[in-house]
C-alpha cells in the first residue's frame, strides 16, 4: 500500500468513526436535520466552510488560474461576499422564523411564505439539478482516486458514493458538523503547506513571473496572467450575480444557518467561515499558477491540482495535500446530501404525499433518501461530462430562480406567490434563451447569460410588489404572513 492510499484510507476510517459516534446523538429528524438546533459557531462554521470548499474552490480555482492567473481568486471572492450576507442579513432573520416556527428547509419558508405549491415546483427543480450537482462532486472523487493510486473511474466513483452516503446516513447534520471539524483541520493544513513548497519549487514569486513569462511568450497575455482583473468584467460580473447570491439563498447552506443555537452564532460562525473564504481564495489559484509555470502543457486545466500535488511536493506532504482535496470534494457531497435529504423528504413527500409523517418517520425518510440519492448520483457521474459545467448550472439556476422570492420575502410583506412564481420562471426562461439560442448576446455588451436573467429575475419583483401587492400589506400591516400567521418582524 502506497502513501497516498494510506492517506485516503485513514481519513476514510476517520469519516466513518466520527459519523457512527455522531449518529449516537440523533433522536429524530428534528437532529438529524437540523442538529438539534444546537450548533456553536466553531461547528456551525466547520459545518458551512466545509460545504463552501469543495471541487469549485479546490480543482476549480486551480484549474481556473492554470489558464486564466490570479484573477481566478474571484470564483472565491465572490462567494465570500455571499457569506458575510448571510451572516448579516439572511441569516439572522430566517434563523428566527425557523426556530419559532420549526421550518427545517429552505422549502418550508418558500411553502409558509408564498404556497406549497411554489415550494413544490422549487424543490422538485432543486433536487433535480441537485443531484447532477453530488454526481459532480463522485465524479471529483474518482478524478483524484484514479490520478493518485490507479483506481479506474467507475470505482472511484462507486467509492466515494459508499463513504458519503454512508456517514451522512449515520448522522445528518450532526456528522456534517464533526466532520466539518477534520475536514477543515486537514484541508487548510495540507494547502497551507503546498503553496510555499510549490512556490520554492518555481524559485518564488519572481521565478514563477519568469517561468510564466517564458510559457506565454507574450507581455501582454503575461500582464493579463498577474492582473486581478484578468478574466475581463464579464466573468467577474458573472461570477458576482452568479455567486454571491448562492452564498445566502443556497437550501443548503441556510439549513445548516437552521442548526445554530442562535442568532449571535449565525454572526460569527457564518463571518469566520467567510474570512477562511477570502483567505483560502489565494491558496488554489497560485499553486494552479505554479503548476502552469512548470508544466504549462497538461492535456486538461483539471489535472493541474494533482499534478502540481505530486510533483512539486514532498511525497509525505503530498499525501498529506491530496488527503486534503479528498476531504474537500467528500465534505461538499456530504453537503449536496443533505439538500438532497431537505429538497424531498420535507419538501415533496411530507408536503404532497404524507403530511403526517412523524418525526421517526422523517429520519427513516431521510436515511432512505440518501442511499436512493447515492445510487442515482453514481448513475449521472457515470455519463455527465464534466465537473465544471454541472457547477456553473446549479449555481445558475439556484441563484436566479430563488434570490428575488427569498431576499423579498423575508423583509418585506408586499411579495405575493405570484411575484415569486414569475420572477423567478421569467429569470430562469431568459438565462436559458439566451444561453442555448443567442450564446453572443451580452447585455450592454458585458452582462453574460446568468446576470441578465438575475436582473430581469429581479426587476420583475420588484415592479410586481409596488403594483400588485399583498392582500397583508394592502391592509396597512407590518407583519410578514406564513399562511395567515404572522411573524412579528425582527428589530
Not at 188 to 194: E, R, S
Not at 393 to 418: C, D, H, K, Q
Not at 426 to 455: D, E, S, W
Request: net charge positive; glycine share 10%.
Amino acid at each position: 500500500m502506497n502513501i497516498y492510499v494510506l492517506a485516503i484510507v485513514l481519513y476514510i476510517a476517520a469519516l466513518i468513526l466520527i459519523s457512527y459516534l455522531a449518529s449516537k446523538r440523533v433522536k429524530g429528524g428534528n437532529d438529524f436535520m437540523v442538529a438539534g438546533r444546537k450548533l456553536g459557531p466553531g461547528l456551525l462554521f466547520a459545518t458551512l466552510i466545509g460545504g463552501n470548499i469543495g471541487a469549485g474552490s479546490t480543482v476549480g480555482i486551480t484549474g481556473l488560474a492554470y489558464t486564466s492567473g490570479i484573477s481566478a481568486v474571484w470564483w472565491m471572492i465572490t462567494s465570500a461576499i455571499g457569506s458575510v450576507v448571510l451572516a448579516y442579513f439572511v441569516g439572522p432573520k430566517i434563523w428566527e422564523l425557523s426556530t419559532k416556527y420549526n421550518l427545517m428547509t429552505c422549502g418550508d419558508f418558500l411553502d409558509k411564505r408564498y404556497s406549497k405549491y411554489f415550494k413544490g415546483v422549487f424543490s422538485t427543480m432543486m433536487f433535480v439539478g441537485t443531484l447532477a450537482l453530488f454526481a459532480a462532486q463522485l465524479m471529483g472523487v474518482s478524478w483524484i482516486l484514479n490520478v493518485t493510486v490507479g483506481i479506474p473511474k467507475t470505482t472511484g466513483i462507486i467509492v466515494g458514493a459508499i463513504v458519503v452516503t454512508v456517514y451522512f446516513a449515520f448522522g445528518g447534520l450532526v456528522s456534517s458538523a464533526y466532520v466539518g471539524v477534520l475536514k477543515l483541520v486537514v484541508v487548510l493544513t495540507g494547502f497551507i503547506i503546498a503553496v510555499p513548497f510549490a512556490l520554492s519549487h518555481v524559485g518564488g514569486f519572481s521565478g514563477l513571473e519568469t517561468l510564466v513569462a517564458a510559457n506565454l511568450n507574450n507581455a501582454a497575455s503575461t500582464t493579463k496572467y498577474f492582473s486581478f482583473f484578468g478574466l475581463g468584467a464579464t466573468v467577474i460580473l458573472g461570477y458576482f450575480f452568479m455567486l454571491t447570491p448562492s452564498f445566502f439563498v443556497s437550501p443548503g447552506l441556510v439549513g445548516i444557518v437552521y442548526g445554530a443555537k442562535d442568532k449571535s452564532t449565525i454572526r460569527k460562525g457564518t463571518m469566520y467561515n467567510a474570512v477562511v473564504q477570502f483567505l483560502f481564495a489565494f491558496i488554489p489559484a497560485i499553486i494552479g499558477m505554479c503548476s502552469f509555470a512548470m508544466f504549462p502543457h497538461l492535456a486538461s486545466q483539471d489535472s493541474a491540482l494533482p499534478t502540481a500535488m505530486m510533483k512539486l511536493l514532498p511525497t509525505g506532504i503530498s499525501a498529506i495535500a491530496l488527503a486534503a482535496v479528498f476531504a474537500a470534494e467528500i465534505s461538499t457531497a456530504d453537503t449536496v446530501l443533505y439538500m438532497l435529504n431537505g429538497s424531498f423528504t420535507n419538501d415533496i413527500y411530507k408536503t404532497f404525499v404524507n403530511p403526517d409523517l412523524s418525526d421517526q418517520g422523517v429520519l427513516k425518510m431521510s436515511r432512505g433518501v440518501t442511499f436512493a440519492s447515492g445510487v442515482i448520483g453514481v448513475i449521472l457521474a457515470l455519463f455527465l461530462p464534466n465537473i465544471i459545467t454541472a457547477l456553473t448550472i446549479f449555481y445558475t439556476l439556484m441563484s436566479v430562480s430563488l434570490t428575488a422570492p427569498l431576499l423579498f420575502g423575508i423583509f418585506s410583506t408586499r411579495p405575493t406567490a405570484a411575484a415569486a412564481s414569475v420572477s423567478a420562471v421569467a429569470g430562469v426562461a431568459l438565462t436559458l434563451i439566451i444561453t442555448y439560442i443567442f450564446p453572443a448576446f451580452k447585455l450592454f455588451k458585458i452582462l453574460n447569460a446568468q446576470t441578465t436573467g438575475i436582473i430581469l429575475s429581479l426587476i420583475i419583483m420588484v415592479i410586481m410588489m409596488y403594483a400588485f401587492p399583498s392582500k397583508a400589506f394592502k391592509k396597512g400591516k407590518k407583519q410578514i404572513e406564513l399562511n395567515n400567521v404572522e411573524i412579528t418582524k425582527a428589530h
